[in-house]
Each structure stands twice: as C-alpha cells, then as structure tokens.
C-alpha cells in the first residue's frame, strides 16, 4: 500500500487520533470504526521542509478516511537557504573584525565546506540552547582546515540566529497561506495572535490600492487567486475573509530544519496551534509508514 508522505508524518505524530491505518479509500480499525460516527473532521496541517524544497498540505481525516485537501509548494525554500543565509552573516560580520579570514572563506572551496559544517553544528546547538560555540577551522598560515584545530571561535546567540535567517523564514508564509486558502482552513493565529488589528488596518489600506479584478465601473474587487497566490499579504487577507473556515485541528512539522526554534515559532504564530514535537522530524515519515505497516499486518 502506497502513503502519501504528509499522511505519513500525520500518523507518526498521533494527529490523526485512533484512525492510524486511515488512508485514501481504506476502512479504519475495528476500535476507530465504533467511534467514526461520533468523532467530526480532523484538519491537520503538514509543513514539509526538505534541504532544497518546501512543501504544504491540509488534510482532513474524517470516518476514517484522509482526503488532502489543499497541497502548496516552494520549490526554492529548504534548509539549504537557512545554511546559505548563515553563512552570508559570517561573511558581513568577518569581513570588518577579520579581513583574511573573509577572504579565505571566499576563496579556498574546503575552508568554506568545514565553516558550513561549523554553521550547521552551531545551529543544532542553538536548538536546546540560547548561544552556541561558532568554531569556524579556516585555513590560515597553511594550517589545513580542521574542526580539532578551530581558527576563531566565535560566539554565536540565538537572537542572532533568527535574525540572519529572518528574510529566509519569512518566505515559508506564502505556501501556508496558500494551502489555507485552497482548503479554506482558518490560521486561527493570525486572526488572534498580538498586533492583529494593527496589521488588519495596515494590509486593508494596501488591498484598497493593491491588485486584483476589476469590477464594472472600474471599482476594485476582491484579488484573483492568481494575485492571491503571488502575495503573501493578499492570501492572509482572504483567509481572514473566511470566517466558517475549517478549524485546525494538529500542526506537523518534518524536516531537521524544523529543530529550529525560530521555524516552530512562526508556523504556530500564523496556526495558532502548537507544533508537535512527538517524534523526531527527520524520522516522522518513515515511522509513519512503520505504523502504516504495522496496522495492516495486523500487529
């Protein structure tokens, strides 16, 4: 039996609640079956961020069956623009303090690999810690690049973090307003969250002299889905325009990317729920298809 992969990573987080062998078609188990007519629609979110791609779904699991109801992509958004941004912060803030090390990183292909390695250690401490350790092992003098035999260590906070990778993050908005608005799922959290009537005032006077259709008589009327799709802005307006939206229900987050505090913070500010940290993400899909497995043998 074939698994879509946010199906997966659904079921290895529990979001899907007793319905674990649900799926396009399939009947639930015998203990999930009693309770289908009871139990109402789960909306689950799915934020898929891989090294190069980012990928969106919604699903619904209703009586025991997953439909995905709205899928977005950004097919340039992963965990290499986080790397890429990081390391373009090193470069800036070498570049007065330390001249000939910039220029090493910019120059020698293997110092720039070990610093990139530095950077990703660095980020994976600053999961669980507020400042890591940044040992950056460039080639100075003739000395060969070494992790044992750092160059400059450097220190490296948090806040510094979110800071560097800020314009980066930003743009894993626009495929989740896209995926609310295709499966008119309500992001709860932008409706609510601090500063929302602020920003309504603010993108209500930008969607009176922004785009979108014409009505007869030259009056503007609500944006094209095609404008919508290209404004990050304009889909958080038309999903605030839905006020019978879906209710979400569970948001996942898969991907080693998503370990970043930063990356949790701002899907679950736009959700308005709290990501699930159940499972390991680099491991949600697999064990996901490991249950999925494990229900249809019957174990």
Not at 187 to 215: F, N, V
Not at 220 to 232: H, T
Not at 263 to 288: C, F, I, K, S, Y
Request: aromatic share 2%; net charge positive.
């Amino acid at each position: 039996r074939l698994r879509r992969e946010p199906v997966a990573a659904a079921l290895a987080f529990g979001a899907m609640g007793r319905a674990l062998d649900a799926q396009d078609g399939a009947t639930v188990t015998e203990s999930a079956r009693k309770s289908a007519g009871k139990a109402e629609a789960r909306n689950v979110l799915v934020v898929d961020i891989g090294a190069g791609t980012t990928d969106v779904s919604v699903l619904e699991v209703r009586d025991g069956i997953v439909e995905v109801l709205a899928t977005a992509a950004d097919g340039r958004l992963g965990g290499d623009d986080v790397d890429d941004a990081l390391e373009a912060w090193l470069a800036l803030r070498l570049q007065d303090a330390h001249p000939e090390l910039a220029r090493v990183l910019r120059s020698d292909p293997a110092a720039r690999f070990a610093t990139r390695r530095a950077l990703e250690a660095a980020k994976v401490a600053l999961s669980v810690r507020k400042q890591a350790v940044l040992a950056l092992p460039l080639a100075v003098d003739g000395c060969a690049p070494s992790l044992e035999r750092p160059a400059l260590e450097l220190t490296l906070t948090r806040v510094e973090l979110d800071a560097a990778v800020e314009d980066v993050l930003a743009r894993l908005k626009r495929p989740i307003y896209e995926a609310a608005l295709n499966s008119r799922l309500t992001l709860q959290g932008e409706r609510d969250g601090p500063g929302a009537d602020a920003r309504d005032g603010k993108r209500a006077k930008g969607a009176r002299t922004g785009g979108g259709k014409k009505a007869p008589g030259g009056a503007r009327s609500e944006p094209a889905p095609g404008d919508l799709a290209r404004a990050s802005d304009g889909l958080l307006e038309k999903s605030r325009a839905l006020p019978s939206g879906r209710p979400l229900h569970a948001l996942v987050m898969v991907g080693g990317v998503t370990h970043m505090l930063g990356v949790r913070r701002l899907a679950a500010n736009l959700a308005g729920v709290e990501v699930r940290r159940t499972v390991d993400p680099m491991e949600a899909v697999a064990r996901g298809a490991a249950l999925q497995a494990a229900v249809t043998e019957g174990l």
